[in-house]
């Protein structure tokens, strides 16, 4: 393995069977034949990044990766496998509820899938058709139980909090049914009112209210329930189970823990993710998707029909490109990865970025550490848990 | 033309009884102006004027009109503005007559401005011509005018003619009148020219273009003539007249009107009010001249910084053709860098405001408006305080005295009590009720001039779902109870929020603030405390909670980038809100809050 090789990897799929009330996302709903072709088109773009990728982690996200077919699959798996890109220790594809058959389950899984992120936002039905999600309650237990009898033992399930018309008594029964499940991880976020979605158009036309003191007790509340279910939050919306293995210094990570500051990544962490929030380069394939390498921020054309002519044409589809000054990049990372709770790190910041934290932004960590959302030890800085509640904050203080 | 055959008289009435649609009859049926291509209500020349309907400047017109007599007379119309406002230039245009049209308004009948306006014609000594004007009107109720004329004016019923503006009735005998009942000036007797300099605008070519009258001796191109008031010699470059457009004239004589030039550059040159005389042979100055001092007081800044000197440029421009509007530069704390705008009256604050947003857009915020305070300290001086900024502190002060008005508001019999009611919340004690006929009540009361700038008017509008009416005019001062209140955002005080007002009134006032304030201050990362204060006591006190959380999680690998960008610009938007020790105040709230 070459050191310059990039080993993360995500392939975004733009289809999805409708779109959600609240998504951003650039996905649309499916035309057999476009399908197809941005299929060719993906086989093509993995063919030109291959040579510098050598994926530990691999993330197909969304759109709906699970809306293509068994032969698209197929097709797919077999060029990766060809291309020498699977065999990754994490592989990760998101599934909505709705598209999850045995088959298909038990393909991935044959290649070297190994996670599945299961979109399932509510257990709520009147919530999920206000969402506008394709699936239902039982989809999601069914599916679940597709997925683990295919030999899934890694499973995310997605929820979603202050959705407009959801109580604290249907947030909390959600929280108890999806931790239920005995799901490895969880990611939860709050409800996001973007630009041109048809919630945030409702929103605007004051058809509801945002209640933020109720969007935060569902947060304080996800935080207690996840916790007590046996997650560990290790970002500001990510939850993992951990697995220890035997680890002489297993110890005294403990009893740090009991300190209440995180100091370890709980073993069913998300890797692939945990690289976004390191820093870390990634090649991002498909229409829309962001990628990282060489400093440099790319993004993909959002227009399935571009991105595939163009590499029908034999070229990448990259429609921007930003390259930030060295201390405007590490700052960036700096601010990013703050929003885990195992904070930085000095030396691996060093290493990263080639900047040291303590004298660059010694300011900013203090007036942190004085407002009671920093702590700084021998070794990294760090949030407290009422610091990451404003990572926001913290990360506008450390941008350059 | 001689002084036997000249008329000079002015138009006054109640607002919207009429005043313009009369006058440009009066033009018509005088074949001053000749086709009926004019614009209507030609007199009203400002955009804004005519929009709201309101005379704010006095138009001086030339009409020549062959009497049933035979003879041909000059008479001389000069507008006046019809709000309270401005009751000083209307007092102005009136001493520069002999006579003045009242009119009232059939269906309406007597209303408080009228009463106003009498009053300030009577004390120039004016004939007064009674018009009952309207008559067309199917509920004109001719009878019920003449009745009120007398009762509450004293004006003789039967002297009253009977017009309609719209349909021209009554014209003819509107005109006769002013011929038969309007007295000739007179010559006072002085030695040289005496004329009275009653309005002016500004003309980029010619200068202050000054609108006068002449009392006595002549005026004439060429002449060296002396500003008694102002201090300046001056020589005239031209004289001239209205028609209503200005045409130049050889020379103005005994008791004619028109204009002058002299290249004034800047209004402030030419004080209203002043005589002008023979600089070589001077005379006296005409009696009843008064420095226009503002009334209203209010801060004026550009809400961005940056548009600091295009206010101050336009301000300039404004002033040219207001000389009552005043400014200087100021800074506020809060606010910055701006100007101190002194005003007649709150309507004159509004149209000042409104040209500056509308004809220059303008960004602004103007500040809660204040009267002038006379602040009498402990080491004998007696100060002049129209900003609470600079209230002294309180133990350099032995007393404080505000200026006080002398309202009528006439209204329903039926609001008596609500009137009442509300002439009491606003300090005001009634000295005279009066009767005017089987419907309505007219209210005389003595109240603080602070009390009726913000929302006297609107309240009598709805109490009395608009039938009732209100003007006032300016008596002298009192001393009051008057206490600085102070708004403070997490301990430090902020001047802008700062006002003056009555020690009775602080409490009410401090709480309705406060709960203002924290409806529109953001949510920040710490609570933030508001409070009001009067003298370091705290009368009213609220919270803005402080946020509990800023991140709305999720944030991958293509968030990261825009993330940052949106991060980015929270950063320098942090930076263009106003800080206040760690609390943000965006703009919006400052308006907000002047406005509550
Ligand atoms: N029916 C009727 N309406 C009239 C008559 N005279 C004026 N009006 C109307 O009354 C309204 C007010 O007339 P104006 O001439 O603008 O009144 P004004 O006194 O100049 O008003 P301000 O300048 O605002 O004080 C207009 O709509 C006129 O058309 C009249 O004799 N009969
Ligand atoms: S399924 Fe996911 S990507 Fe598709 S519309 Fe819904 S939220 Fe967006
Ligand atoms: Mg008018």
Redesign the interface.
Known sequence: MNSTDITSLYVHVPFCAQKCSYCAFFSEASSGELIQRYVQALGRELELVADSLRPRTIFFGGGTPSILNLRQWEFLLETMHRLKLTGAEEWTVECNPATVSLDKARLLRSYGVNRISMGVQSLDENLLDRLGRIHSREMVFKSYDILRAAGFENINVDLMFAIPGQTMAIWQSTLTEAVALGSEHLSSYEVIYEEDTPLYERLHAQEFDVDEDLACDMYEELIARSGAAGFRQYEIANFAKHRPVADPTADKEAAAEESGMTRILPSQACQHNVNYWRGGQYHGLGPSAAGYVGGVRTKNWSNTEMYCSRLEQGQRAVETTEQLEPLARAAETAAFGLRMNIGWPFQQFRRITGWDMRPEWSVEMDQLITRGWGRADADRFQLTPAGLRFADAAAEMFLR | MDALHIRNFSIIAHIDHGKTTLSDRLLHRTGTIATRDMEAQLLDSMDLERERGITIKAHPVTMTYKALNGEIYELNLIDTPGHVDFSYEVSRSLSACEGALLIIDAAQGVEAQTVANVHLAMKQNLTIIPVINKIDLPHADVAQAKVQLEDILAIPGDTAILASAKEGIGIEEILEAIVSRVPPPKPTGAVSLQALGFDSFFDTYKGVVTHVRVFNGELKAGMHIKLLHSGKNVEVKEVGSFNPKPYIREKLEVGETGYFTANIKSPKDVKMGDTLTDARNPSAALPGFKEIHPMVFSGIYPINTADYEHLKANLGKLQLNDSAFAYQAESSVALGFGFRCGFLGLLHLEIVQERLRREYNMDIIATYPSVVYRVSMTDGMVREVDNPAFMPEVNYITKIEEPMVRAFVICPNENIGDMMALISEKRGNVDHTETLDTRRVMLTSLIPLNEILIDFHDRIKSITRGFGSMDYEHTDYRESDMVKLDMLVNGESVDAFSCIVHRDKADTRGRALAAKLKEVIP?Q?YAVAIQAAIGGKIVARETVSA????????????D??R??KL??K??EGKKRMKAFGTVNIPQEAFIEVLKA
């Open positions: 949510t990362q946020m509990r959380k800023d991140v709305t999680a999720k944030c991958y690998g293509g990261i980038s993330k940052r991060l980015d929270q950063k």
